[in-house]
């Protein structure tokens, strides 16, 4: 890791993954230096943004509230999938119907339950313990439709299924032209194989007229490995995975440590 340095000329956009680099999922816990940091971001004419593997619609409550008092209205979501500037949806990649059909054929034959992830809505095929356990700490507000896919466009799809089933699924063939990233002991999202958050802030970049070396991004997790190498400063927090960590330009302090505020200070994007 290299001393940090002045940033504050490079960098005019700054991306935040949301679980585990904004707020704490299991605790429900959005660390009180956030908000001012952000404020602070804005006031500089710095503009923070989102790029989560969530939904518009799973995004958790002290996160929109802070989305507000902030005025955040870029945001990078379902791992790039979907990508919007207010009202304005600037690229989304739904999966094809076709597609949709013979994957969840499969998981069907395997008692496997998934979920259908849209910019709306979340729908499952079952609500079983694996459900609960992976999607109730985002979103209790789901319901059961097999077949929701035939009538809305879907970004992501949500198998339920542990570790030990990877090899399996994999063996199938349903995962091809799919990218597979695992974000709970019970379940993985499956999306097209050449998203990833990078393509989605490429496109926000493109859209504002940027280029990626003036967005610095944080994150933590496996989803944010492409994030992290295409962007012009990607920052690690302190309890990310060490994956992420090795892709990193620079490692920050512990989400509980005011890993966000202490890195837009000593980088001087904030006062």
Not at 131 to 151: F, G, Q
Not at 233 to 260: C, P, R, S, W, Y
Request: net charge negative.
């Amino acid at each position: 890791m290299f001393p940090i340095p002045n940033l504050r000329n490079q960098i005019k956009v700054v991306f935040f993954d949301i679980d585990e680099t904004l707020i704490v999922k299991h605790k429900d816990y959005l660390p009180e230096t956030v908000l001012p940091a952000l404020k602070a971001l804005k006031t500089n004419g710095i503009i923070p943004a989102i790029a989560t593997g969530r939904s518009p619609c799973s995004i958790p409550l002290k996160v929109k509230r802070l989305m507000e008092e902030v005025g955040i209205e870029l945001l990078v979501t379902m791992n790039g999938q979907f990508v919007c500037f207010g009202q304005k949806v600037i690229e989304k990649h739904p999966i094809p119907t076709e597609k949709i059909a013979n994957i969840t054929a499969y998981f069907d034959r395997q008692n496997i339950a998934y979920a259908f992830v849209s910019q709306d809505d979340i729908y499952v095929s079952a609500k079983t313990p694996e459900v609960h356990s992976a999607l109730d700490p985002i979103t209790t507000n789901y319901h059961i439709d097999k077949n929701y896919y035939l009538r809305h466009e879907v970004f992501q799809i949500l198998p339920f299924y542990r570790e030990d089933k990877d090899e399996q699924v994999a063996q199938s063939g349903i995962l091809d032209n799919l990218k597979v990233v695992r974000w709970d002991e019970d379940s993985v999202d499956l999306f097209d194989a050449q998203g990833s958050k990078a393509r989605g802030i490429q496109a926000a970049i493109n859209y504002l007229g940027f280029t990626m070396e003036n967005v610095m991004a944080f994150g933590d997790g496996l989803n944010d490995l492409e994030m992290m190498e295409a962007v012009g400063v990607g920052v690690a927090m302190g309890n990310a995975h060490d994956k992420l960590k090795a892709k990193a330009d620079f490692i920050t302090d512990h989400i509980e440590e005011q890993g966000i505020a202490n890195f837009l200070r000593k980088s001087g994007l904030i006062d």
